[in-house]
């Protein structure tokens, strides 16, 4: 079992920057595959980020990539998320979430594959 806990939701200014962070329980976390997912109010939850075991490879949903950057820390069992450029259609729930894969440089972008997830930050964008 491992216990998800996100951290760095809050309000910013359209162009500002935040840094979403997520700490896992366990012993194993370097054999999860991490994502990062989000949900806008009346949305489904989407796809944003996802990172490899040994954090080699990264892959980003369209509408954040070259924003957004995917990180993780093994040794301290955190996964990060830094979002620049944010514009208010970033406004949402972001979560994270855990696949335990055994060590692999793929990643997991579909929300239904993944096995552990977090309560979630909310992330509020202004105009």
């Known amino acids: 079992q491992v216990q998800l806990v996100e951290s760095g939701g809050g309000l910013v200014q359209a162009g500002g920057s935040l840094r979403l962070s997520c700490t896992a329980s366990?012993?194993?976390?370097?054999?999860?595959?991490m994502d990062w997912f989000r949900q806008a109010p009346g949305a489904e939850r989407e796809f944003v980020a996802g990172?490899?075991?040994?954090?080699?490879?990264?892959y980003y949903a369209d509408s954040v990539k070259g924003r957004f950057t995917i990180s993780r820390d093994n040794a301290k069992n955190t996964v990060s998320l830094q979002m620049n450029s944010l514009k208010p259609e970033d406004t949402a729930v972001y979560y994270c979430a855990a696949k335990r894969t055994g060590y692999t440089e793929g990643v997991r972008t579909n929300r239904k594959a993944m096995d552990y997830w977090g309560k979630g930050t909310l992330v509020t964008i202004s105009s």
């Open positions: 366990g012993h194993t976390f370097s054999t999860y595959v």
């Open positions: 990172i490899s075991t040994s954090g080699g490879n990264t």
